[in-house]
């Protein structure tokens, strides 16, 4: 039998990872060119709310204040925030804001659930003022606002948030032309707005809803972007399961077969927009996934094919099947396992099974040291 050449072994290697990110990038491009406002809408890490009694507002955090670094990590975006809060072993977490024009220091305690969540109970992130569906003959639509535009300011005072914004609206003269300041697209327009008092919910209302988009997936707009992200996303999760300090908590938030089909369910519901970027998402990291040099993926295959051209000797086929097999077992030991908690995150089993076997009921999902009653 004719001997497979070495380069058609290393091309048949790289072929699914090349196929996935090809794929994923097809689909960068069809979200880049749909119009849509419900992509490229970031949520900034600024501080939208915050609970006065709760510890994070004792530790210094305020409201309106900016997250620059979090347990020395940069932080472009809520999510970022979140990921990095989560990421550290500790119940405390550094951060570096920007309060009044001045960077501090702050060091802001988290709350651990038994689950392995962690929180920092209180606070709540500044959601930009993004408009959606425009109600048909409401102040909203006489003014021109569209879907999409963004609010910057309001009579002159600069709108911090979409909660900002309501807070902003009750308090202006109804049946007065307030002064509003839009982004559409890049371009600052000026428009000129009535807000109306309504009876039915005692409150002034103009007839439009929150727009935008909070899945990490629809942050980027430009496809390069959205490559990036999703490419640099797993390989932070990456880092951090090999370093000491996150390990734990990495591996506590890895997901297996079922999450994906809860988020894949989540995002047909929201659009095909959503779907078609949670996809590519998900192509991304199995590239990345699959280029990793453990045997039975293809990065193992482009290992033993760049030692066989290397040193000109084929990798023991013994050797090989046994490690094929071993980490065969091994990622579906670990896919198994990830099953398992994705059915014990929706369901409890685990704690079915404590009170099932023990015949008593098993504790409330409470933080760690604080008494449930």
């Known amino acids: ?17 090349v196929g996935n990110v090809l794929f994923a990038t097809v689909l960068a491009l069809v979200i880049w060119l749909i119009p849509s406002g419900e ?3 970031q949520i900034r890490p600024v501080v939208g709310s915050i609970e006065t009694n709760s510890a994070a507002y004792a530790a210094g955090l305020r409201e309106g204040d900016e997250i620059l670094r979090v347990n020395g990590a940069v ?10 809060s989560f990421l550290k072993d500790s119940d405390t977490v550094d951060l570096a804001v920007t309060q009044a024009g001045v960077e501090r220091q702050l060091v802001v305690p988290v709350v651990i659930f038994e689950s392995g969540e962690r929180i920092m109970e209180g606070v709540k992130e500044a959601i930009p003022c993004v408009f959606g569906v425009v109600s048909k003959a409401s102040p909203a ?22 909660k900002h914004f309501t807070e902003m609206m ?33 409150r002034v209302l103009i007839g439009v809803q929150l727009g935008g988009n909070g899945f990490p ?16 996303g797993i390989v932070r999760m990456l880092k951090a399961l090999v370093t000491p300090a996150e390990a734990k908590q990495a591996a506590g938030g890895l997901g297996g077969p079922i999450l994906i089909f809860d988020l894949l369910t989540m995002s047909i519901k929201m659009g095909l927009l959503n779907t078609l970027g949670l996809i590519r998402f998900l192509n991304v990291n199995l590239a990345i996934l699959n280029l990793m040099p ?16 290397i040193t000109r000797r084929k990798v023991n086929i013994k050797l090989q099947t046994a490690l094929i097999n071993l980490f065969a077992i ?8 990830l099953s398992f908690k994705d059915v014990d995150r929706n369901w409890n089993v685990k704690q079915q099974l404590i009170e099932f076997f023990s015949g008593e009921s098993p504790a409330v999902d409470e933080p760690a040291g604080v008494d449930p009653k």
Do not use: C
């Not at 639509?141 to 979409?162: H, M, P, Y």
């Open 330 to 337: 091994l990622l579906i030991s670990a896919m198994l396992i």
């Open 39 to 41: 992509v490229g809408i």
């Open 170 to 202: 009750q308090v202006v003269t109804p049946n007065v032309p307030a002064e509003l300041v839009v982004d559409r697209k890049g371009e600052v327009l000026s428009l000129s707005i009535v807000p109306e008092y309504n009876e039915e919910h005692k």
């Open 75 to 84: 932080i472009k975006n809520w999510t970022d925030f979140t990921v990095e």
């Open 141 to 162: 639509e006489r003014a021109g606002i569209q879907s999409g535009d963004t609010a910057l300011s309001l009579n002159g005072a600069d709108v911090r948030d979409w």
């Open 1 to 17: 039998m004719n001997r497979i050449p070495r380069y058609l072994l290393f091309a048949v290697a790289v072929a699914g990872p």
């Open 294 to 309: 453990i045997p039975v993926l293809d990065g193992g295959h482009i290992v033993f094919s760049l030692w066989h051209g």
């Open 217 to 232: 997936w629809m942050n980027y707009k430009h496809p390069v972007d959205q490559l990036k992200y999703d490419a640099l």
